[in-house]
């Protein structure tokens, strides 16, 4: 379950230029003209697969029906992506919005894994510094964690493995741990990468908001961000309305 991270995972302008060339057919015939509102993201959103095909999870209570794509590029698996949408005018159905999707490409999406303990996690999960970039990215919504991050790379092809702990607060269960093991690959430039964590594995929060702490090791030293966590909802139909989108406070 420990995936490593590869070269279109982690350069944030490598992924968005393999989204702009597998969707090209999406964009303009033009070869005159480049949509550049097309290119560059306008969403993170979560790939759902449904009876019907799949849809997109655009917030915690927004649910998007795409319309000029009937399969899932990602097969039955359910992701984190981003994408570059546009709202039309076309019957949803049961989701909130009809969208016609310009292009789509998946993040390193993972499960937590479990804390072993200090010297344990050292071992096998690292302890290689990083930076979590406050950005729109970063953000904890529909039951995931995603995290725009930075740390030195060379570029050399070297795999980088990123994880997320489960808590051993006894007084928190909603306290985490971002680790990232480089392998040695400690020398480079500063790059940033992207990866979601799915948090089924906390407790449920019935409906509550409570403060997610996320804790790391970071080039000055340790940190922490509290988000605003309220545990997701199985179904677009049992999504409240009201629920709020998560939010960062940087400590």
């Known amino acids: 379950m420990n995936a490593s991270l590869n070269m279109k995972k982690w350069l944030l302008s490598a992924a968005m230029i393999t989204c702009c060339v597998g969707w090209q057919s999406c964009l303009d015939d033009d070869d005159d003209y480049v949509a550049y509102s097309k290119i560059l993201p306008n969403a ?43 709202i039309t005018e076309e019957p949803s159905g049961a989701y909130d919005k009809a969208v016609h999707i310009n292009w789509i490409d998946s993040l ?3 499960p937590m894994a479990t804390n072993l303990g200090p010297e344990a996690n050292d071992s096998v999960y690292g302890s290689d ?52 093991d480089a392998f040695g690959d400690v020398n480079g430039r500063l790059a940033d990468g992207l990866v979601a964590f799915k948090l089924d594995s906390l407790p449920d929060t019935n409906g509550q908001t409570v403060k997610l702490k996320l804790k790391w090791k970071s080039f000055s030293g340790d940190k922490s961000v509290d988000f605003d966590y309220c545990s997701r909802k199985s179904t677009p139909a049992e999504t409240p309305a009201n629920m709020k989108r998560g939010t960062m406070i940087l400590k």
């Open 108 to 110: 390193l999406t993972k």
């Open 129 to 180: 510094p990083v930076e979590i970039v406050n950005d729109w990215v970063t953000i904890a919504e529909d039951g995931y964690l995603t995290l725009r991050f930075r740390t030195i790379w060379s570029g050399q092809g070297e795999a980088h493995l990123v994880n997320l702990l489960t808590s051993q607060n006894p007084e928190n269960p909603y306290e985490v741990e971002f680790r990232h």
């Open 44 to 86: 993170l959103v979560t790939v759902k697969p449904s009876d019907n095909g799949f849809y997109l999870q655009l917030d915690d209570s927004t649910t998007l029906l795409p319309v000029n794509v009937s399969t899932s590029p990602f097969g039955d698996k359910e992701v984190r992506a981003l994408t570059n949408f546009d």
